[in-house]
């Protein structure tokens, strides 16, 4: 073998060893490659995951269980939350703190509780029947309701005791009922209606129809019946203003939709909506 010979035959093994490790380092890297473009793809996928999760729209009905003289407001903020999130519906069930307290304790289903008392809240809550904290979102003040015109020349809440008058108001167990007596009480007078009422959309219907001459509601009730009745002011209303709670319930069949409805009436928009009604900020 010649010299020439030996020289060709170094110079081809040297080749051959680097294209082999060339070859090696094309099948790491592209191994590499595909383990980068695994994870790449399974972190996006799980990205995309809790993004539709985060995403997800509420959908199905909130029942609300609220006092009666929520009803105008609620109704309202009702319809807001439906617009806001399509798929939703929301439910109402207006009354009597005290009934609607009851019926919840007694298995009603509902998602939340509004009550016109802490008093009235204390029944739901006492029998852990509620998430949470309740949450006053809003104050109420009473005012006296007289028919149109105010004939019977209504001024103050001593006029009320008169014998000739035939004044409503609404059972002592329900927060406007309480206030009332509170507010009669600190004025030292006496009054025997010719009714009690279970709520006060109850108490102010009487008027409205001319079944009585005047009501003791809140101011919230007599701005919404417009002119069909007209209200009084009196002082010792000032100390008798009632707080509006308001609570997610434990069993709520529709949690996250609850929820989010708490928050619209919490909002500035819901509180807009409130006081335009004639509530009192928190």
Do not use: W
């Not at 069930?93 to 007694?106: E, H, K, R, V, Y």
């Not at 006029?159 to 509170?182: E, I, M, R, W, Y």
Request: charged share 20%.
């Amino acid at each position: 073998m010649t010299r020439s010979t030996r020289r060709t035959r170094r110079t081809l093994q040297v080749a051959g060893t680097g294209v082999a490790a060339l070859l090696a380092l094309t099948a790491c890297s592209s191994s590499d490659s595909g383990s980068n473009s695994t994870k790449s793809d399974t972190s996006s996928s799980a990205s995309s995951s809790s993004s539709s999760s985060s995403s997800s729209k509420l959908s199905g009905t909130v029942t609300v269980f609220a006092a009666a003289s929520l009803q105008e407001s609620f109704t309202a903020l009702g319809k807001e939350f439906e617009k806001e999130h399509p798929g939703t519906k929301v439910t109402f069930n207006f009354g009597g703190s005290d009934t609607l307290a009851a019926s919840i304790t007694g298995g009603a289903p509902a998602d939340v509780f509004a009550a016109a008392s802490p008093k009235t809240m204390k029944i739901v809550t006492d029998k852990n029947d509620a998430v949470g904290t309740p949450a006053t979102f809003v104050r109420n003040q009473l005012e006296i309701a007289t028919l149109p015109g105010n004939p019977d020349k209504v001024s103050s809440l001593k006029d009320l005791t008169k014998s000739s008058l035939k004044v409503v108001l609404c059972d002592k167990t329900v927060p406007c009922g309480a206030a009332a007596q509170k507010a009669l009480t600190a004025a030292k007078l006496k009054l025997t209606p010719v009714s009690y009422e279970q709520d006060v959309k109850s108490a102010l219907t009487k008027v409205e129809l001319k079944e009585a001459d005047a009501a003791v509601v809140y101011k919230t009730d007599v701005k919404a019946a417009g002119s069909k009745v007209q209200g009084v002011e009196f002082p010792e209303s000032a100390g008798a203003v009632n707080a509006y709670p308001i609570v997610l319930l434990k069993d709520a069949p529709n949690a996250a939709a609850a929820k989010e409805f708490i928050a619209l009436v919490q909002s500035a928009e819901g509180q807009k909506v409130l006081t335009e009604a004639g509530f009192l900020k928190p």
